[in-house]
């Protein structure tokens, strides 16, 4: 028999819908992020990757050509905008245009909110949010419908790696998860003022916990990894592999009607809440809990019924 992560190592996407795209990730030499790299790779996209560590990238760079990707390593830190000038007109000096943005650089940190500092605060959001303005704003002039290397009247697209924290609210993750509601919010307005002058789709995907991530590990400590079932009853690890093929969909024209939206893929998790009560009582009670109400004269306190 098959195994699992075999048969899910085969894309379900044509391998040829990327084909002479050029892509550039950041964040993109690890984690979900190379995962995307090599996503995009393997359905016939170019690939530059950026990050701040040289052996990371190397090492990336090495595993995506050794698969017959195209793929050059670019390093930078989003939060300085000279580094993502030089990183995006390189892409495009070495791949002759640019396609698609992926914003995956992120930094995380659990932290009671009481014992985070201002600094600590501003590092996070300086990275996901305004380290995503950034890269989208020194992107434009190549992503315009028009720009070099592009179609008069095609835009390229945008991909911005999001989360699901701020849905609600995340305990220890005060930082990441207004970050991430600004990542958001960027997304939509991008979307609006982008796709109507340019063209440009932005859309963004929020994972849920995905295992062999540095995410995951910094995140999720073992002794609640445990546990964490019981609580959610939704809880379930994704792959990196989940997410890729999320980014595959929204980058190529599979994805072409999708403007302004954040795809949520975490098997439901954020929705995910304890039973309260058995599914059995339910069936059992219910309606025999209607029908006595329909029958008690109008007033009668339900105590009684
Ligand atoms: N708890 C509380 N505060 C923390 C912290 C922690 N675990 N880690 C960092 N900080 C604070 C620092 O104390 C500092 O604030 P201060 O000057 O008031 O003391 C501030 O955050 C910046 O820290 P610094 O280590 O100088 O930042 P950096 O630029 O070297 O690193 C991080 C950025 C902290 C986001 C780092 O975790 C990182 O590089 N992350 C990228 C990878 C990653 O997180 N991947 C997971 C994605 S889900």
Redesign the pocket.
């Given at each position: 028999m098959e195994s699992l992560s075999h048969f899910h190592s085969i894309s379900p996407f044509k391998d040829d819908i990327l084909k002479g795209k050029v892509a550039l990730i950041t964040g993109g030499g690890s984690?979900i992020g190379f995962e995307i790299s090599t996503q995009l790779g393997k359905h016939g996209a170019f690939v530059a990757i950026m990050g701040?560590r040289r052996n990371v990238l190397d090492s990336a760079v090495s595993q995506l050509q050794a698969q017959g990707i195209k793929a050059i390593g670019l390093e930078g830190d989003v939060r300085k905008n000279e580094d993502a000038t030089r990183v995006v007109e390189m892409t495009v000096k070495h791949f002759g245009k640019l396609d698609i943005l992926v914003n995956g650089a992120?930094?995380?940190?659990?932290?009671p909110a009481e014992?985070?500092?201002?600094?600590?605060f501003r590092?996070?959001l300086d990275?996901d949010s305004v380290g995503t303005f950034t890269m989208c704003h020194e992107s434009l002039k190549y992503l315009k419908k028009g720009g070099p290397g592009r179609d008069s009247a095609v835009g390229g697209t945008i991909l911005n790696i999001s989360a699901t924290l701020h849905y609600t609210a995340s305990w220890y993750q005060i930082h990441v998860s207004a970050a991430k509601a600004a990542v958001d919010s960027l997304t939509r307005s991008l979307a609006l003022e982008w796709g109507t002058d340019y063209d440009i789709r932005v859309n963004g995907i929020a994972p849920g916990p995905i295992e062999g991530?540095?995410?995951m590990s910094?995140?999720g400590p073992d002794e609640a990894k445990s546990k964490i079932g019981d609580m959610l009853p939704l809880y379930k690890l994704g792959e990196r592999w989940d997410i890729a093929m999320a980014a595959v969909y929204l980058a190529s024209d599979a994805g072409k009607y999708v403007n302004g939206t954040t795809l949520v893929v975490d098997n439901g998790l954020w929705l995910s809440r304890p039973r309260h009560i058995q599914k059995k009582v339910v069936q059992e009670i219910s309606r025999a809990v209607e029908r006595r109400s329909r029958e008690a004269p109008v007033g009668t306190p339900t105590s009684k019924l």
């Open positions: 984690g701040r992120a930094g995380n940190f659990l932290v014992d985070l500092s201002p600094n600590g590092t996070v990275i991530t540095p995410g910094k995140l």
